[in-house]
């Protein structure tokens, strides 16, 4: 039997006009300390984002999103953030925000493969669902 992993997690939001509150999932954030696993998936539809604010520059927040997975992996490519531990690397990425770029809440998983784990979320919550013709 597989060995289990209990993760935490949450989802990249891109909030174009925050006074609107409309989003939409460009990612997730998987964390499992016991495994030492932090990683990110960020997938950014730039056709549904323009679909919220046609004039966003879809560059620039995929500029800002590419900061997500650098700060996942640490070092100094990450800058200051980098440098902390995996945990505080984390908790600085959910924590609350009122930027375009924003996080669910934490949410908690168990799986016993965390990078397919990541890819389940990311088919789950992020990318379009697929309808059959």
Not at 5 to 21: K, L, M, N, Q, T
Not at 68 to 75: E, F, M
Request: with cysteine.
């Amino acid at each position: 039997m597989h060995e289990r992993f209990s993760f935490d997690y949450a989802v990249v939001r891109i909030v174009p006009r925050v006074e609107r509150g409309e989003f939409l999932n460009a990612g997730v954030i998987l964390f499992c300390s016991t495994a030492a696993f932090l990683e990110s998936k960020i997938e950014l539809d730039h056709e549904r984002l323009k679909a919220l604010d046609p004039s966003i520059d879809c560059a620039a927040v995929e500029s800002h999103l590419a900061s997500i997975p650098a700060i996942c992996a640490g070092g100094p490519a990450a800058g200051p953030i980098g440098q902390l531990t995996q945990r505080a690397r984390f908790h600085w990425l959910v924590a609350p925000r009122s930027t375009i770029i924003q996080m669910s809440p934490v949410h908690s998983g168990v799986h016993h493969d965390l990078n397919a784990a990541l890819e389940s979320l990311a088919a789950k919550l992020v990318r379009r669902l697929r309808t059959e013709d």
